[in-house]
């Protein structure tokens, strides 16, 4: 046999790494995006957040089963708590984990199986509701601390009502409580629930009951879908008292929770949430009976003191008028040495000032001798004859007024030129050019 044969005959060989990760891009290539449906086994959350679980066929004949692992971002998603048995669709990617060389699902959503088209509806609902403002927060109101009545909607065989009867009794036995009957699932249950509500409301309104519990046990949204109605929300927006959801377990959730006053985990809590312990209350008015019991018994030792007190001074005249007369005598012993040191320091003061007299005069003198010295200086420095001394003259019309400007004169105009040592008079004339000149008259 030829090599050329013997080579077109052996398989290819693998890592097995690279096996791994060839299959894993043709998985990735043939099958993703991929949605399987099937029952949760084995479901595990570990402390990282991350889930695993195994999906396999419900009826258990193909006995097909895939591992399944859904990443925490995925698993903080859920709307529910999967549990075991759960029928669920799950969409994903297929992979293949290389550490083991298994076939795996990457688990990226998950919803209840059958759900799906009932959650969109809750969805839309839901949207809708909130955009009306159905669902704002500032439109929940606070629970009475102490109702005068508790109304309670629920199917008369649920084991809710059992369960809110024994808590109430428990913690509220004084409380009055009345119960509208109501279908808490399937088709005619939304029409009992709003009827049951007004029912309710018509007593609220003669002032019976102060809240109302809406309640019933878990179930699976379909089983619930009844307080999804849209009808029954809008029939609980419009209470006159402020309503508690305990619709199913803590991690279901319907259209009546959001819209009521307050949602409580469960019906029990409902319940406990209505109405507080009686002991609470018989503790507290114990407690206020006797601080008031002490306040009355702490004024009347006050008064009896006060009283004590009065009648010893009542009693004793003379010995008040004796510490009223030193007082007295004490006083007049402090004005008189108050005034005599108040005189002496005046005494001191005046002394300390006569003595302080002549040097201030003299010194003030002296500033004033000063200022009058400077402001000569100044005002000889402002004589106008020191200017005529240095060649200037000032010139003045026959009026004294002072003439500065060649524009000020005329031809023929007598002017009077006061210099360093006398008065000259000067003529202005015109002289051939057109310009004016001068023509003196000396006068010694």
């Given amino acids: 046999m030829s090599e050329s044969v013997f080579a077109a005959s052996t398989p290819r060989i693998w890592q097995v790494g690279a096996l791994c990760r060839a299959v894993a891009d043709t998985l990735d290539a043939r099958f993703n995006p991929v949605a399987v449906r099937g029952e949760i086994s084995g479901y595990n959350l570990a402390a990282s957040g991350h889930a695993y679980f195994t999906l396999k066929d419900p009826n258990g004949r193909d006995g097909g089963q895939l591992r399944c692992a859904m990443f925490r971002r995925a698993a903080s998603l859920l709307d529910f708590a999967p549990r075991e048995g759960d029928q669920v669709e799950v969409r994903g990617r297929l992979s293949v984990y290389e550490a083991r060389g298994d076939l795996q699902l990457i688990v990226e959503s998950m919803a209840r199986a059958g759900a799906g088209t009932l959650f969109e509806q809750f969805l839309r609902l839901k949207a809708k509701l909130e955009a009306e403002g159905l669902f704002d927060p500032g439109r929940k109101r606070a629970l009475p601390r102490l109702p005068r009545g508790i109304g309670v909607v629920t199917s008369l065989g649920a084991a809710a009502l059992r369960d809110v009867a024994t808590a109430l009794n428990r913690r509220a036995p004084h409380v009055p409580v009345c119960i509208a009957p109501a279908a808490v699932q399937g088709g005619a249950a939304p029409g009992e629930l709003v009827a049951a509500l007004q029912r309710l409301y018509a007593l609220a309104a003669r002032g019976e009951i102060d809240v109302i519990l809406l309640v019933r046990g878990g179930g699976s949204i379909e089983d619930l879908w009844a307080f999804n109605d849209e009808q029954l929300v809008r029939t609980m927006a419009r209470s006159p008292v402020p309503v508690i959801s305990g619709v199913g377990h803590e991690t279901d959730f319907t259209l009546a929770d959001f819209v009521a006053d307050l949602r409580a985990p469960t019906p029990t809590a409902a ?47 003379s010995a008040r008028l004796a510490r009223q007369r030193l007082r007295v005598n004490g006083l007049g012993l402090s004005l008189q040495h108050a005034a005599a040191r108040l005189l002496l320091l005046l005494r001191q003061t005046l002394q300390r000032r006569a003595d302080a007299w002549p040097q201030m005069v003299r010194r003030d003198m002296q500033l004033r001798r000063q200022r009058l010295e400077h402001a000569a200086l100044r005002l000889q420095l402002l004589d106008p004859s020191l200017v005529l001394q ?55």
């Fill in 390 to 444: 240095r060649g200037y003259a000032w010139l003045t019309d026959a009026d004294g007024r002072a003439v500065t400007r060649a524009a000020q004169t005329h031809a023929g105009q007598s002017l009077h030129a006061t210099l360093a040592d006398g008065v000259v008079p000067v003529l202005v004339r015109a002289d051939t050019d057109g310009t004016l000149g001068s023509r003196q008259e000396q006068e010694r």
């Fill in 271 to 317: 319940a406990e949430l209505a109405a507080e312990p009686q002991a609470n209350w018989l503790g507290a008015l114990a407690l206020l009976q006797k601080q008031l019991r002490d306040a009355v018994q702490d004024r009347l030792d006050v008064a009896s003191q006060r009283l004590d007190l009065a009648l010893g001074r009542l009693g004793r005249p």
